[in-house]
């Protein structure tokens, strides 16, 4: 059963920083386009920073300034989110996200073309 476990969230002050991991089991994390969401109460989905199976990323809305990065390790077959200077704007469940893509398409900053999600892991900032 292809899976997906987020880790690594929790309550940070303001201009801090926080590594999140998500772990996949299942097929190849090279074989796989992955992207890291966030959802806070009463806002939509949006996507933080995307990559594509062949190792392109692309970032979301919120990763101006280079604040928020996306990275993998096909070997441990995990993806991370490296976030700094973080703001209390950025509070809210991140949610990594995976899909099967047969040929090299570019990174995906759209949730729809998701189809596998995990369940979240709290990120919450405080000034």
């Known amino acids: 059963q292809v899976r997906l476990v987020e880790s690594g969230g929790g309550v940070v002050q303001a201009g801090g920083s926080l590594k999140l991991s998500c772990a996949l089991s299942g097929p190849q994390l090279s074989r796989l386009g992955t992207g890291w969401f966030r959802q806070a109460p009463g806002k939509e989905r949006e996507c933080v920073a995307a990559?594509?199976?062949?190792?392109?990323?692309?970032n979301g809305v919120k990763s101006e300034k280079g604040r928020f990065t996306i990275s993998r390790d096909n070997d441990k077959k995990t993806v991370y989110l490296q976030m700094n200077n973080l703001e209390p704007e950025d509070t809210a469940v991140y949610l990594c996200?995976?899909?099967?893509?047969?040929?090299?398409?570019?990174?995906?900053?759209?949730?729809?073309?998701?189809?596998?999600w995990g369940q979240g892991t709290q990120v919450t900032v405080f000034a």
């Open positions: 990559m594509s199976r062949a190792g392109g990323t692309e």
């Open positions: 996200a995976a899909r099967s893509t047969i040929l090299p398409v570019p990174a995906s900053t759209d949730a729809s073309d998701y189809n596998l």
